[in-house]
C-alpha cells in the first residue's frame, strides 16, 4: 500500500543549528509529495510541496527534494530559528487533481534559544 | 490560498451524544475532506464530501458514525455519532481546487479538538 516514514522524534536542537528531518514513502505510481507544518494550538499549513522526480520545493528557507531513487522527500533547514518549534508532516498525494492525502506520523521539533 | 474556517473550535461532550462540526471556505473549492487527528498520532483521512451527493468514506468509517453534508461548494458538515472516549479527536476539514490555485494541494482548517468524557 501507500505510506509515509518519518524519522522518529521528538527532535530538539539548539538554535542556528542544521536541520533534517528524513522522510521516505511507498507508493503504487508518482506522487506528489508535500511537508506540512503545525505550530502549536494550530491547523496544518502547507509548507513546500514537489510533484515530480528532481523538483525542490523551498519556502521560509526549508528545502526538500523529490529523490525518486531513494524514494525521498527530506526537510532540510541551514539555520533553525526557535520560531520553527512545530509539528512536521510529510505526506504523499497520488493521482492528478484533488486526492486524499496519506500522512507520515509527524515529527515534534523543538528549538532551544 | 483560501480561509477555511471550522466551528466549534473545541468541545467537551458526554458519551452517546452527538456533535455537528461546520467547516466553511471563504470561496468556491472543488474538493472538501475531513481528516482525524488522535492524540499523539498522524492524520487520517474519513471521508470527501461531495457537493451534491453522499460522501465517499475511507475504509473504517461508515456514514452512520459519520455523516457528513456538503449542500454548497463553500460548507460542510461532519456530525460525529453516538460518541464514545474513543472519538476523542481533533476533527480536522480540508479543501482543495479553489480559485487560483491547483487542485494538487489541500489547505487545512484550524481543526476542532472533541474530547468525550
Known amino acids: 500500500g501507500n505510506s509515509v516514514t518519518q524519522m522518529e522524534g521528538p527532535v530538539t536542537l539548539s538554535e542556528e543549528a542544521f536541520l533534517t528531518i528524513n522522510c521516505t514513502y511507498t507508493?503504487?505510481?508518482?506522487?506528489?509529495l508535500f511537508w506540512y507544518v503545525q505550530y502549536p494550538g494550530e491547523g496544518l499549513q502547507l509548507l513546500l510541496k514537489?510533484?515530480?522526480?528532481?523538483d525542490k520545493g523551498s519556502n521560509k528557507g526549508f528545502e526538500a527534494t523529490y529523490r525518486k531513487e531513494t524514494t525521498s522527500f527530506h526537510l532540510e533547514k541551514g539555520s533553525v530559528q526557535v520560531s520553527d518549534s512545530a509539528v512536521y508532516f510529510c505526506?504523499?498525494?497520488?493521482?492528478?487533481?484533488?486526492?486524499?492525502?496519506?500522512f507520515g506520523q509527524g515529527t515534534r521539533l523543538t528549538i532551544n534559544p | 490560498s483560501a480561509v477555511i474556517s471550522q466551528k466549534p473550535s473545541r468541545d467537551i461532550c458526554q458519551r452517546g451524544t452527538s456533535l455537528t462540526i461546520q467547516c466553511q471556505v471563504d470561496?468556491?473549492?472543488?474538493?472538501m475532506f475531513w481528516y482525524r487527528q488522535q492524540p499523539g498520532q498522524s492524520l487520517t483521512l474519513i471521508a470527501t464530501?461531495?457537493?451534491?451527493?453522499?460522501?465517499?468514506?475511507e475504509s473504517g468509517f461508515v456514514i452512520d458514525k459519520f455523516p457528513i453534508s456538503r449542500p454548497n461548494l463553500t460548507f460542510s458538515t461532519l456530525t460525529v455519532s453516538n460518541m464514545s472516549p474513543e472519538d476523542s479527536s481533533i476533527y480536522l476539514c480540508?479543501?482543495?481546487?479553489?480559485?487560483?490555485?491547483?487542485?494538487?494541494?489541500?489547505?487545512f482548517g484550524p481543526g476542532t479538538r472533541l474530547t468525550v468524557l
Open positions: 480540508s479543501a482543495a481546487g479553489m480559485s487560483g490555485t491547483s487542485t494538487d494541494t489541500q489547505y
Open positions: 507508493a503504487t505510481g508518482y506522487p506528489s
Open positions: 514537489a510533484t515530480k522526480a528532481d
Open positions: 505526506a504523499l498525494k497520488l493521482g492528478q487533481g484533488a486526492q486524499k492525502l496519506v
Open positions: 470561496s468556491q473549492v472543488t474538493m
Open positions: 464530501a461531495n457537493q451534491g451527493s453522499e460522501a465517499t468514506y
